[in-house]
């Protein structure tokens, strides 16, 4: 097991101690963990469990909320969706080894649009939009800061293309972040209560990661499939730390 794991262990457990070497050892043994599955010296800090749990909570307090009074201007609040039976990912089998991309599909056509639109800018307009009359140059700065927007958007896309999201029995790896089940003591949705947006994001509270943002607008895979898989695969973890 990678050293992630290893410290959603120790770092609420009561053997912990700090090392400026290394980190958070075993007092038992004085050294970094080792073990397997499970640390057979784990002795559950139910305390400072509570602790990362407070934190995660202030900060849904601190910058989210579900009042319907602030909903109604937009902000984002934080909401836990029922458990859908319906889902296609019902069981922890059916959620293993499963890789979600990046499509772009909104991205593309947001791409394709604004180039359209400039297409027909220059189709449309009575005189050469690139004589540089009065009229023609506020054209011109127009279509300018449209083909801005559609390089900045095309750039977005290809650094995205690449993300994807992965599934295992170990957790989800996720740009670079390897977020083990067992560090998994809380998560949500964040909704944006705004018609103008189409984000979707998952808050997850970690223990050895922090607080951790997922997004997966315009990845193959909804929020309430996603909400799902982490509630499958964190149930038992949960429920063994409540």
């Known amino acids: ?3 992630d794991y290893h410290l959603s ?13 290394n980190g958070i050892i075993c007092s038992l043994t004085k050294k970094i963990a ?21 934190r ?4 849904i307090s601190d910058k989210y909320t ?37 499509n772009g599909f909104y991205g593309t056509i947001g791409i394709i649009t604004i180039l359209l639109i400039i297409v027909g800018l220059i189709l449309t307009s009575n005189n050469d939009v690139f004589n540089l009359t009065g009229e023609n140059i506020i054209l011109l700065i127009f279509m300018l800061i449209l083909l801005s927007i559609c390089v900045f958007k095309l750039m977005e896309f290809t650094s995205k ?22 560090s998994i003591f809380d998560f949500g949705v964040l909704q944006i209560n705004n018609n103008n947006t189409d984000a979707s994001i998952i808050l997850i509270g970690t223990i050895t990661k922090g ?3 997922i997004d997966l607008t ?25």
């Not at 995660?56 to 900060?59: A, L, M, P």
């Not at 937009?74 to 990046?102: A, C, D, H, W």
């Open 34 to 54: 080792d073990f397997q599955d499970n640390c057979p010296a784990y002795d559950f800090d139910k305390l400072e469990f509570q602790n990362y749990k407070k």
């Open 66 to 102: 579900t009042k319907d009074i602030e909903k109604l201007i937009g902000v984002t609040s934080f909401e836990k969706p029922e458990f859908s039976r319906f889902s296609k990912y019902n069981s922890i089998e059916k959620t293993q080894n499963l890789v979600f991309k990046y």
């Open 211 to 213: 607080n951790v943002k």
């Open 9 to 21: 262990f120790c770092k609420v457990c009561t053997n912990r101690k700090r090392n400026l070497e």
């Open 56 to 59: 995660f909570q202030d900060e």
């Open 218 to 242: 315009d990845f193959n895979v909804n929020l309430e499939d996603f909400y799902n898989i982490i509630e499958l695969n964190t149930k038992n973890v949960l429920q063994h730390r409540v």
């Open 1 to 3: 097991m990678n050293r």
């Open 161 to 182: 293309k690449k993300l994807k999201i992965t599934i295992n029995p170990n957790g989800i790896e996720y740009q670079n972040n390897n977020l083990s089940w067992n």
